[in-house]
């Protein structure tokens, strides 16, 4: 594989490593040696060192003195505190969305989002409806336009994707269950809910939690 774009390889070297150790074929604890990357992508090992240390602020790497990079591990303790921050920041992205949409073009986005977690349900197409999942949030960002919660948001949610696919991949999580929340969410949203937003997002995400919990103890 030969990456161009100079200017942004450090970044397709980490979405590369991240979409591997998000579908689980880097395992947690597995080390990531920077030569064979290096060789393997034909990219310099400086590049791969940025893209690691990207990683490491996406908590999907951890860079360990004298023992080098490493696929981070899987236990219940980062799986419920990661769960509970991201439950708080959808909130914070549902609510501005429900305080700030004028009109009906300003939920346009949502509603094409829909549609395509419909599309790959039918499909059956995991990454797509991961990818999808979270596109959601994505388009929230401009309604709140708060940097520092699209920062953070960003830094976590590949931490996100990778737990929710292990839950999607051994059949704990059902793309159903996401479908029938994502349109009671709307509902919410529309209509403006703020206690309904919280309500919905803190079930799915303790939801979430447990199923994530389950496929770990199954892999």
């Given at each position: 594989?030969t990456?161009k774009?100079?200017?942004?390889l450090c970044?397709?070297?980490a979405?590369?490593?991240a979409?591997?150790?998000?579908r689980?074929?880097?395992?947690?604890g597995?080390r990531?040696?920077?030569q064979?990357?290096?060789?393997?992508?034909?990219?310099?090992?400086?590049s791969?060192?940025?893209?690691?240390?990207i990683?490491?602020?996406r908590h999907?790497?951890?860079?360990?003195?004298?023992?080098?990079?490493?696929?981070?591990?899987?236990?219940?303790?980062?799986?419920?505190?990661?769960?509970?921050?991201m439950?708080?920041?959808?909130?914070l992205?549902?609510?501005?969305?429900?305080?700030h949409?004028?009109?009906?073009a300003d939920?346009?986005?949502f509603l094409e989002?829909?549609?395509?977690?419909?599309?790959?349900?039918?499909?059956?197409?995991?990454?797509?409806?991961?990818?999808?999942?979270f596109?959601v949030?994505?388009?929230?960002?401009?309604?709140?336009?708060?940097p520092?919660?699209?920062?953070?948001?960003?830094?976590?949610?590949p931490?996100?994707?990778?737990?929710?696919?292990?839950a999607?991949?051994?059949?704990?999580?059902?793309?159903?269950?996401?479908?029938?929340?994502?349109?009671?969410?709307?509902?919410?949203?529309v209509?403006?809910?703020?206690?309904?937003?919280?309500?919905?997002?803190?079930?799915?995400?303790?939801?979430?939690?447990?199923?994530?919990?389950?496929?770990m103890?199954?892999?």
């Amino acid at each position: 594989m030969t990456f161009k774009a100079p200017d942004s390889l450090c970044e397709q070297i980490a979405d590369h490593l991240a979409e591997r150790i998000i579908r689980g074929e880097l395992a947690p604890g597995e080390r990531i040696q920077e030569q064979k990357v290096t060789q393997a992508l034909n990219v310099s090992r400086g590049s791969v060192r940025e893209a690691l240390l990207i990683l490491e602020r996406r908590h999907l790497v951890a860079i360990l003195p004298r023992r080098g990079a490493h696929v981070t591990e899987l236990d219940e303790h980062n799986i419920r505190s990661l769960c509970t921050m991201m439950g708080e920041l959808y909130i914070l992205l549902g609510n501005a969305v429900a305080q700030h949409w004028r009109t009906e073009a300003d939920l346009r986005p949502f509603l094409e989002i829909q549609q395509r977690l419909h599309g790959a349900h039918a499909r059956q197409d995991i990454k797509a409806f991961v990818a999808d999942s979270f596109a959601v949030m994505r388009a929230a960002y401009p309604f709140a336009n708060n940097p520092y919660l699209q920062e953070t948001v960003e830094n976590l949610h590949p931490a996100m994707s990778r737990a929710y696919y292990l839950a999607l991949d051994q059949r704990q999580a059902n793309m159903t269950d996401y479908l029938s929340l994502f349109a009671r969410l709307l509902e919410v949203v529309v209509s403006r809910d703020l206690a309904g937003i919280r309500e919905v997002l803190s079930a799915y995400c303790q939801r979430s939690c447990e199923l994530v919990l389950a496929a770990m103890a199954r892999s």
